[in-house]
């Protein structure tokens, strides 16, 4: 069981940057894949970034790449999301996620509450 903690949302003007970082527990963390979706309003749930167990390989939605980066530190159980670039589109609530067999893809089997990014232009 992992649980899943999200920090770092907020408001931000077109073409800024947020971090947004995710404190995980649970003794088998970094035996996941991790990783982030996000849900804007009346939208699905959409995958944005995954990372593996061991940080070594990433994996990133079309409309992030080059813009988003991913990260984790197996060492504090952390997983962060660095956003730079960020436009009015990218406005949504942004999950933190772990595990699950297709995690690459954003099915994951762990999520946490979630945390609000808005961009304004």
């Known amino acids: 069981q992992v649980q899943l903690v999200e920090s770092g949302g907020g408001l931000v003007q077109a073409g800024g940057s947020l971090k947004l970082s995710c404190g995980a527990s649970g003794r088998t963390f970094n035996t996941y894949g991790m990783g982030w979706s996000r849900q804007a309003p009346g939208k699905e749930r959409e995958f944005v970034a995954a990372?593996?167990?061991?940080?070594?390989?990433?994996f990133y939605a079309d409309s992030v790449k080059g813009r988003f980066t991913i990260s984790r530190d197996n060492v504090n159980n952390t997983v962060h999301v660095q956003m730079d670039s960020l436009q009015p589109d990218d406005t949504a609530v942004y999950y933190c996620?772990?595990?699950?067999?297709?995690?690459?893809?954003?099915?994951?089997?762990?999520w946490g509450q979630g945390t609000q990014v808005t961009v304004y232009s």
């Open positions: 996620a772990a595990g699950g067999r297709r995690w690459y893809s954003g099915e994951f089997d762990y």
């Open positions: 990372i593996s167990w061991n940080g070594a390989t990433t």
